[in-house]
């Protein structure tokens, strides 16, 4: 099993940062994973793809984010971020870690970030 966890949401104005973090434990390195990202959830909305990024380090990111969000990992720390600037409002969501390990995906209980205008 794994578990996840996530850090760093809260309140920010338009056109700033946050950095999300995501610890993930109950395994090995996150080397070992297939593949892990992050996801998000808008009120009235479905979950979408935010950015995902593999295990050889290839990147995939949602139109909506290119060029203002960077996924990245560390495998030392087992921790996967979500560099988030020039935040929107249409921003605003649940963000959640996501991991595939084993051909299973595991979720995070997601985090806050709502970006006012």
């Known amino acids: 099993q794994v578990q996840l966890a996530e850090s760093g949401g809260g309140l920010v104005q338009s056109g700033g940062s946050l950095r999300l973090s995501c610890v993930a434990s109950?395994?090995?390195?996150?080397?070992?994973?297939?593949?892990m990202g992050w996801f998000r959830q808008a009120p009235g909305k479905e979950r979408e793809s935010v950015a995902t990024?593999?295990?050889?380090?290839?990147?995939n990111y949602a139109d909506s984010v290119k060029d203002r969000f960077t996924i990245s990992r560390d495998n030392a720390k087992n921790t996967v971020y979500l560099q988030m600037n020039s935040l929107k409002p249409e921003d605003t969501a649940v963000y959640y870690c996501?991991?595939?390990?084993?051909?299973?995906?595991?979720w995070g209980k997601g985090t806050l970030v709502t970006v006012s205008s």
């Open positions: 996501y991991a595939r390990y084993s051909g299973v995906d595991f």
């Open positions: 109950g395994t090995g390195s996150i080397f070992l994973m297939n593949a």
């Open positions: 990024i593999s295990r050889i380090g290839n990147t």
